[in-house]
């Protein structure tokens, strides 16, 4: 198939996220000019959502594999059936097709998540497709890709714990795309677009939750923090929380105290502490209430 033009593809997608026009831009002229690409970032950062926008306006599909050690390059490329091989001996129709086979056949994006944390022969088995745009399998034959077939590659920069260093090989053959975390406003507007939250209390709420979600980030005994999800969750959480204790109000007393328990419930489990900080991480969060909910406004009252 041919490439839809990729200025009409540019709005459509930009209608999926919010904010992002750059990162798209950039993504979508990669893939476009037939390139395969590492998209660098942490998690929550709208990288499949950008890829699920560009495949679903290109009608190709997305296939998704997760880079870890068990990922070999039979899982990979496909094997033959065993069963059948026994009775029929080997033949391209008892041969199982891997997520690569697949994605070249149906000319999709082949999309490799902790792209790092994959062996490195593995990561070698792709280098033969992304440079030549085909593949030979033996007893098969040569696998040649449709022309929207993509390698699509994510790593997250900030967790080194059981990846890999990768190939100057496979550098070589991947353009890089850095994805960070977004401002605060446009925090703010994709937690209000995926919760969907209306009135005084939803609105309070979205405030405080990117602010406390955005907090675990600078906090320094917090090796990663949360992604915008923890906000998302927060705010799901805490309306629900003030539905089980009649709080209808910003303004009510117990207001604070909501947040906070949204928080260890939502956040706790997506932040990451530095191993030398002796803490946990109800008491990070704590801290980070209380600089929303207690130095905050002291250092504004007397204005």
């Known amino acids: 198939m041919n490439i839809p033009d990729i200025s009409e593809t540019r709005q ?28 660098e970032g942490p998690p929550g950062t709208s990288k499949t959502t950008i890829l ?7 009608g190709i599909p997305l296939l998704f594999v997760e880079g870890n050690a068990d990922l070999t390059p039979a899982k990979l490329v496909g094997h033959h059936n065993p069963a059948r091989v026994l ?25 490799i998540e ?10 070698n088995s792709l280098l033969t497709a992304m440079a030549d745009r085909a593949i030979a399998v033996p007893r098969v034959g040569t696998i040649t890709a449709l022309p929207t077939f993509r390698v699509i590659a994510s790593m997250n920069p900030y967790d080194n714990v059981g990846t890999t260093r ?76 003030s539905l089980l204790r009649n709080l209808r109000s910003p303004d009510d007393e117990g207001y604070p105290e909501l947040v906070y328990d949204a928080m260890t419930v939502s956040l706790s489990g997506r932040i990451h502490l530095d191993e030398a900080a002796g ?12 600089d929303r909910f207690v130095l905050d406004p002291a250092i504004a009252e007397p204005g």
């Open 87 to 111: 009775r029929e001996d080997y033949s391209d129709e008892n041969f199982v097709a891997g997520p690569l086979v697949e994605a070249m056949q149906r000319g999709g994006f082949l999309y």
């Open 114 to 123: 902790e792209f790092n944390r994959a062996p490195e022969d593995t990561l």
């Open 166 to 241: 990768l190939s100057t090989s496979v550098h070589d053959r991947l353009n890089r795309l850095v994805i960070d975390y977004q401002d605060e406003p446009a925090e703010r507007g994709i937690v209000t677009l995926r919760t969907q939250a209306t009135g005084d209390l939803a609105d309070q709420l979205v405030v405080d939750a990117v602010y406390v979600t955005r907090g675990t980030r600078r906090h320094p005994d917090i090796r990663q923090g949360s992604s915008v999800r923890g906000a998302i969750d927060c705010v799901l959480v805490a309306l629900q929380l």
């Open 52 to 58: 699920k926008a560009i495949t679903a306006e290109w």
């Open 12 to 39: 459509r997608v930009a209608a999926h996220l919010v904010g992002r026009e750059r990162e798209i831009e950039l993504a979508l002229a990669a893939v476009a000019a037939n390139r395969d690409i590492l998209l």
């Open 279 to 290: 803490s946990t991480p109800e008491r990070v969060l704590r801290e980070i209430w209380e």
